[in-house]
């Protein structure tokens, strides 16, 4: 089993920036896959980035201007999120999983979320 607890979230301005932090235990993060999603009221859960221990993936949507990246040492992943726009604003989630992790259904183990809201 792996715990998963997000941090970092807030209230920012547009173009503003943010780093989100998910810290893991139970388990060591360095055989997982790691994923950040996003859900905004009312839209579908989306897969924004991906971390792997052979590459990185983002969403169109996203790719530029957020940058995943971990810490096994500290079993910490984060997720920069640079020249934020108002349509940013959603429930933040990071999430685990042994597969290769690009669909939703993948991800066996959830964080609550961290809450970002962009003014404009």
């Known amino acids: 089993q792996v715990q998963l607890e997000e941090s970092g979230g807030g209230l920012v301005q547009a173009g503003g920036s943010l780093r989100l932090s998910c810290a893991a235990s139970?388990?060591?993060?360095?055989?997982?896959?790691m994923g950040w999603f996003r859900q905004a009221p009312g839209k579908e859960r989306e897969l924004i980035a991906v971390?792997?221990?052979?590459?990185?993936d983002y969403a169109d949507s996203v790719k530029g201007r957020f940058t995943i990246f971990r810490d096994d040492a500290k079993n910490t992943v984060y997720l920069q999120l640079t020249s934020l726009r108002p349509e940013d604003t959603a429930l933040y989630y990071c999430?685990?999983?042994?597969?290769?992790?690009?669909?939703?259904?993948?991800?066996?183990?959830w964080g609550r979320g961290t809450q970002v809201t962009v003014s404009s």
């Open positions: 139970g388990r060591t993060i360095s055989g997982y896959t």
């Open positions: 999430a685990a999983t042994t597969g290769w992790g690009s669909r939703v259904y993948e991800y066996a183990y």
């Open positions: 971390s792997r221990w052979s590459d990185r």
